[in-house]
């Protein structure tokens, strides 16, 4: 049946230094928007795509929209417009989807080449498990602790750490549910959560993983923007 999936691109991306929002940057000719609205308008699920922005950029981004290549007959898209911080644009996103949408998936636009697969994954697992899902990889450097004058308190076990991305998937009701209980308005930076698993977790819901793909990693630094370019040239070559 159809799914609902919040695609949320309404972060400022100061990390990045690109002068605009990192979603709107382009990685070969497309911007990451683009690029995941055509991944999840690929999904034979069908269902309806959510894409959350900053306001001064829902018109640019319905043109986008409007001048893709026609999306799947069974998707549906629609753009709203963000909150200050990522938990509130997830729940704006939420709060858009039409009643038949049972599984909800929420996407970082920042991730622009992850597989149509890795979609396809959680949404499977979410389904067979009715619990959250998250897409999940295992670390591979060495992890240390370190104190505000840069030295080394001590090395973490890294056995039973992973990294984890999105698309993170939901039953619906869950999910909304715990962005109720959390609630909107600014929290600490050090107490506001960074993916909507840490949402549900908060609510006691259980957080399944699924494996993840390199190729959903995430553009933060101009770094990984060549290393997203070169990913690209490759699936292309
Ligand atoms: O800043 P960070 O890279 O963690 O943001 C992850 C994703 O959340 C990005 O796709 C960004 O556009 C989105 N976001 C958002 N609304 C915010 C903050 C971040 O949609 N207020």
Redesign the pocket.
């Known amino acids: 049946s159809r799914i609902g999936v919040v695609l949320?691109?309404?972060?400022r991306?100061e990390r990045l230094g690109a002068g605009k929002?990192?979603?709107f940057v382009e990685l070969g000719g497309r911007t990451l928007v683009e690029h995941c609205l055509r991944t999840v308008t690929s999904l034979p699920s069908g269902g309806h795509l959510v894409i959350?922005v900053p306001e001064h950029l829902a018109g640019e981004t319905l043109r986008l929209v409007a001048a893709a290549e026609p999306t799947g007959a069974n998707w549906e898209v629609s753009v709203t417009p963000?909150?200050?911080?990522?938990h509130?644009?997830v729940k704006f996103g939420v709060d858009a989807l039409p009643e038949y949408a049972d599984v909800v998936l929420v996407h970082?636009?920042?991730r622009p080449l992850t597989p149509a697969a890795l979609f396809a994954r959680v949404t499977a697992e979410v389904r067979r498990t009715t619990d959250a899902v998250i897409p999940a990889l295992p670390v591979v450097d060495t992890l240390k602790r370190v104190g505000a004058d840069s030295i080394v308190h001590e090395t973490v076990d890294r056995a039973p750490l992973v990294a984890v991305q999105t698309p993170q998937g939901f039953p619906r009701e869950l999910l909304a549910a715990a962005h109720d209980r959390l609630g909107t308005g600014a929290h600490d930076a050090a107490d506001h959560p960074?993916d909507d698993a840490e949402v549900v977790q908060r609510a006691g819901g259980t957080v399944r993983t699924v494996p993840g793909e390199s190729l959903a990693h995430?553009l933060?630094t101009p770094g990984d923007l060549a290393l997203l370019e070169a990913l690209l040239a490759a699936q292309n070559g």
């Open positions: 949320v691109a309404a972060g991306g929002p990192k979603a959350v963000g909150g200050r911080e990522r509130e644009s970082d636009a920042a960074t995430k933060t």
